[in-house]
T-cell receptor, first 110, second 114 residues
Framework: AQSVTQLDSQVPVFEEAPVELRCNYSSSVSVYLFWYVQYPNQGLQLLLK??????LVKGINGFEAEFNKSQTSFHLRKPSVHISDTAEYFC????????FGTGTRLKVLA | NAGVTQTPKFRVLKTGQSMTLLCAQD?????MYWYRQDPGMGLRLIHY???????AKGEVPDGYNVSRLKKQNFLLGLESAAPSQTSVYFC?????????????FGPGTRLTVT
């Protein structure tokens, strides 16, 4: 069965520090991967996506992710976080139907 | 454009009551989805629709029904609510062309069943 694993349920980090949110996926022939962000009491919005091509994908708000086929990973990174990045982040895999990971709560501390 | 809207935003039901959640999108998207979000479980797909008049089951369809009579609307029904259906419900829509698989989400409906 297809799966997406986000091992870290919560990640606290100080403001201006770097952060990495981990995502591993089950391998398949075609791999389309996404990161979504959910701010408190809001719906999800797309941060970035990998469909093909360059393995380093840049998204909104300074986030980027690297597709690693051999390690079946798609980790999300930001070199310097802000308080406003406090949110829940979801990794997803699929095309017209997604499988979501369980989410990682990023808490940025002052 | 309003994007994806959901009605109502909050609702409290007693066990056994019924209700309908309405999702509307103004982006002319073909595909629409209903998810539920529970702590520690991420988003799970309840039902989805690939076009007007068509619906299909997702990962957790039991206890829910849906209808897509108009392209812009997708309704989620609970015929006899149970406490296990306490959750936050999200609607999403997409126009899944090759290379474009982004889903657009509504703000959610928080449902409590007592």
């Amino acid at each position: 069965a297809q799966s997406v694993t986000q091992l870290d349920s919560q990640v606290p980090v100080f403001e201006e520090a770097p952060v990495e949110l981990r995502c591993n996926y089950s391998s398949s022939v075609s791999v389309y991967l996404f990161w979504y962000v959910q701010y408190p009491n809001q719906g999800l919005q797309l941060l970035l996506k990998y469909l093909s091509g360059s393995t380093l994908v840049k998204g909104i708000n300074g986030f980027e992710a690297e597709f690693n086929k051999s390690q079946t990973s798609f980790h999300l990174r930001k070199p310097s976080v802000h308080i406003s990045d406090t949110a829940e982040y979801f990794c997803a895999k699929g095309t017209y139907k997604y499988i979501f990971g369980t989410g990682t709560r990023l808490k940025v501390l002052a | 454009n309003a994007g994806v809207t959901q009605t109502p935003k909050f609702r409290v039901l007693k066990t056994g009551q019924s209700m309908t959640l309405l999702c509307a999108q103004d982006m002319n998207h073909e595909y629409m989805y209903w998810y539920r979000q529970d702590p520690g479980m991420g988003l799970r797909l309840i039902h989805y629709s690939v076009g007007e008049g068509t619906t299909a089951k997702g990962e957790v369809p039991d206890g829910y029904n849906v209808s897509r009579l108009k392209k812009q609307n997708f309704l989620l029904g609970l015929e006899s609510a149970a406490p296990s259906q306490t959750s936050v419900y999200f609607c999403a829509s997409s126009f899944p062309d090759v290379g474009v698989y982004e889903q657009y989400f509504g703000p959610g409906t928080r449902l409590t069943v007592t």
